[in-house]
């Protein structure tokens, strides 16, 4: 084996390792009730997937025996799991279902070309004749051309376009500024990938199909391989320590009633427009007295519909009142500790606990972040 070979697959080994590692320790450290999680455990696995198999065939294993078979094409994946994750990031309700069927259709479409086109090995007696039209086009087209690779990275450009739309609101945020430099950089890197690949099989196209295009010989295959093994490497680690300070979103047995579904709503209304929780002595009693209840029922609707207890429900009002206050001038008239007590907290030690349990890092670290967001 040649040394750029062995080089090949210890980058490749490492970045399909890190991958299922990272999935690991994700779905471990996930919070009960929260898909979202789920999603980027299932990237990260289908990312180091595609790594494995490369692998494998780097061994002489997946052409044209068993492994062909088995080892089947899951390139349209990304994007839809991609976009999947920062919708059930942006939304903590976020359930799949039959609604999201339109997103998950490019999978079912892949699955049967690419068993299709895989079962004609059983009919080819190396002439033409021996396939069906459909076969032997089908062939052509998927095996022979990097048709499955173009439409892989559309679709990932695709559903990162979306992924953006749904972050942009809010990507000046740490819990959301990291998701919004992921998919950046997804979508700039498949870019390439889809300029590159389309580019070159223009320039090289047979028009007459005399001659076949051999993608997989190609000079920027590999390449694009390493840079799939990092981008791998890297979403693990962007992810790992966000989703352990990512807020719970149990929910309490049984379904909410009315009356607390209700309650949740207008208790959202309250916060958002009267600002309660810029108060620093408020308690669950002093809330449910501002929404005219009884304070068990608030208890209720903060456990069985928001799925936070009151206090770190309370914090997370301040902690994004404090957030939204960290302007350029703002920060040249006040200390951010005096921000933190305006928007509600009571004490330095209290808001330092709030920012590192909600953001996983430092005030200091966030008003950083924030910032550079905003220059971007």
Known sequence: MAPSTIILLVVLSLGAIQGIVYAALIFWRRKAGDQAPLFLVALLLMLSYRLGVEILQLFGLGRYDFWYHVLNDCNWIYGPLLFLFVSGWMKPDFRLSWRHWPVLLPVAVEFVISNFVRTQNFYW????????????????????????????????????????KLLTARRAEPEVAWIWRVVRIFRWYFTVVLVVMLGDFLVDFDSSFETFYYFFTKYYYYPFLVGIAVLTYWL??????????????????????????????????????????????????????????????????LNEVVGNRFNDY???????????????????????????YSAGFNSKASFHRAVQKFTGTTPGKVKQQLLENLRD
């Open 125 to 164: 007696d190396g002439t033409r004749e021996s396939l069906s039209w459909a076969g032997f086009w089908g062939y052509v087209i998927w095996m022979n051309y990097p048709t499955k690779y173009l439409i892989a990275s559309g679709l990932i450009i695709y559903y990162c376009l979306r992924s953006e």
């Open 236 to 301: 693990g680690i962007e992810a790992l320590g966000r989703i352990a300070a990512r807020p719970g979103r149990e929910r309490v047995p049984g379904a909410a009633d009315d009356t607390v579904l209700a309650l949740a709503g207008r208790l959202d209304q309250l916060m958002r427009e009267e600002e309660p929780f810029r108060d620093p002595e408020l308690t669950l009693a002093a809330l449910a007295e501002r929404l005219e209840v009884k304070p068990y029922l608030v208890s209720k609707c």
């Open 314 to 340: 309370i914090n997370q009002w301040r902690l994004r009142a404090w957030k939204q206050a960290l302007t350029p001038d703002n920060l040249e008239r006040y200390t951010m500790v005096s921000l933190a």
